[in-house]
């Protein structure tokens, strides 16, 4: 079974921290995704990346970057936190052998900045 | 996907009867969709897919319907038991799955 982890299930940071989410998927796929989830907004892809050293904005890039050094995990950063960045963040990673596009997700890290 | 807003539609079925969640697309380029369920305190997780040169498919318990004339895509859950209680997403993609839009989810509660 495919297997993504998130570094943490909780966490809560104060305005204008910076915050790195780490997300590691067992895999080997090769696209990796960031999203945010809202109550009643669904899911917002914030960035995704293809390819190690690879990424591109989603829907809401603002206020966030990432990193993928390594294929297995795709890293989102919140340079500054602030408090509409509050949110549930959900890692997914997908293969690119054709089968499907369906999505992995983590289980999810809910973030409240203070 | 769903209108957008702050409530989630709701849907609420006695343990044992068929449930049916709707869907509205909004891209007539999307070329694959799949819906999602997601449990309390979990990530979404894949329950069916169906592409766009299909109509019905089916899986267990599950048939999904895609009407391309209206942009409506369906889930249909067959003798919805307790543990079927969730939010459900339909998502749309294209590109090659790098771009999926997820509608805003329905929660399904099953009464026992």
């Known amino acids: 079974d495919v297997k993504v982890t998130q570094s943490s299930r909780y966490l809560v940071k104060r305005t204008g921290e910076k915050v790195f989410l780490e997300c590691v998927q067992d895999m080997d796929h090769e696209n990796m995704f960031w999203y945010r989830q809202d109550p009643g907004l669904g899911l917002r892809l914030i960035y995704f990346s293809y390819d190690v050293k690879m990424k591109e904005k989603g829907d809401i890039p603002e206020g966030y970057s990432v990193s993928r050094e390594k294929k297995e995990r795709f890293s989102l950063i919140l340079e500054s936190a602030s408090t509409n960045q509050t949110s549930m963040y959900l890692c997914a990673s997908s293969p690119t052998d054709g089968s499907g596009y369906e999505q992995y997700f983590g289980p999810g890290t809910r973030l409240t900045v203070t | 996907g769903e209108s957008v807003g702050l409530h989630l539609p709701t849907l609420s079925v006695q343990e044992g009867d068929n449930s049916i969640i709707n869907c509205a697309y909004s891209?007539?380029?999307?070329?694959?969709f799949i819906w999602y369920k997601q449990e309390s305190g979990k990530g979404p997780q894949f329950i069916i897919d169906i592409r766009s040169n299909m109509d019905k498919r089916q899986g267990q318990r599950v048939t999904v319907l895609l009407n391309k004339t209206v942009k409506h895509l369906s889930l249909q859950i067959a003798a919805t038991q307790p543990g079927d209680s969730a939010v459900y997403f339909c998502a749309e993609s294209y590109t090659g799955g790098f771009k999926t839009i997820f509608g805003a989810g329905t929660r399904l509660f099953v009464k026992a």
């Open positions: 891209n007539s380029a999307s070329d694959y």
